[in-house]
T-cell receptor
Framework: GAGVSQTPSNKVTEKGKYVELRCDPISGHTALYWYRQSLGQGPEFLIYFQGTGAADDSGLPNDRFFAVRPEGSVSTLKIQRTERGDSAMYLCASSLTSRGRTDTQYFGPGTRLTVL | QKEVEQDPGPLSVPEGAIVSLNCTYS??????FMWYRQYSRKGPELLMY????GNKEDGRFTAQVDKSSKYISLFIRDSQPSDSATYLC??????????FGTGTSLTVIP
């Protein structure tokens, strides 16, 4: 019955470090999305998983960003060599979507990443 | 040009007022339209979901889509202080990648 959960809620790291952000989608949801939201902006699409595979990763800004979903449930967003410009709220959403049709996306509370 | 344009506000109205929030878009392939409400430091919460053109009503909220003008609106009747939040429009062509507006900050004054 729980909604989408994300951990940690806040992450402070130093420039150049590696971070992992975790998302637990709603049970049974096959689609999972990662977004990045900067202050005063709307969420910006990063990557979309259908099951275990990344169906669309066109929003990842560069090769420092990578995401996995090995068992089709929990997903981890990984950022290497963090930069100050990576500071933002990272949002995860899940939906029941099956291929070829859309469904409503339910968002988690987000992880606020601060790179010093 | 951004895919989705939304006036960021801020918008301030007295309690009980009718609020009108709007977004315009450029991609004629968009056919799924959503409105989300986001409180400070929280994730967006889905308010309304509309497919293609037309109106949809849910309680005090009405969503309108005019695909010919590439324009969508959210109306809030009898606004309450608890409606104070940022309202985000979002849209998609094929249901996978969603494009969001920047959000409109709304304050309802008691």
């Amino acid at each position: 019955g729980a909604g989408v959960s994300q951990t940690p809620s806040n992450k402070v790291t130093e420039k150049g470090k590696y971070v992992e952000l975790r998302c637990d989608p709603i049970s049974g949801h096959t689609a999972l999305y990662w977004y990045r939201q900067s202050l005063g902006q709307g969420p910006e699409f990063l990557i979309y998983f259908q099951g275990t595979g990344a169906a669309d990763d066109s929003g990842l800004p560069n090769d420092r960003f990578f995401a996995v979903r090995p068992e089709g449930s929990v997903s981890t967003l990984k950022i290497q060599r963090t930069e100050r410009g990576d500071s933002a709220m990272y949002l995860c959403a899940s939906s029941l979507t099956s291929r070829g049709r859309t469904d409503t996306q339910y968002f988690g509370p987000g992880t606020r990443l601060t790179v010093l | 040009q951004k895919e989705v344009e939304q006036d960021p506000g801020p918008l301030s109205v007295p309690e009980g007022a009718i609020v009108s929030l709007n977004c315009t878009y450029s991609n004629s392939a968009f056919q799924y339209f959503m409105w989300y409400r986001q409180y400070s430091r929280k994730g967006p919460e889905l308010l309304m979901y509309t497919y293609s053109s037309g109106n949809k009503e849910d309680g005090r909220f009405t969503a309108q889509v005019d695909k010919s003008s590439k324009y969508i609106s959210l109306f809030i009747r009898d606004s309450q202080p608890s409606d104070s939040a940022t309202y985000l429009c979002a849209m998609s062509a094929y249901g996978n990648q969603f494009y969001f507006g920047t959000g409109t900050s709304l304050t309802v004054i008691p």
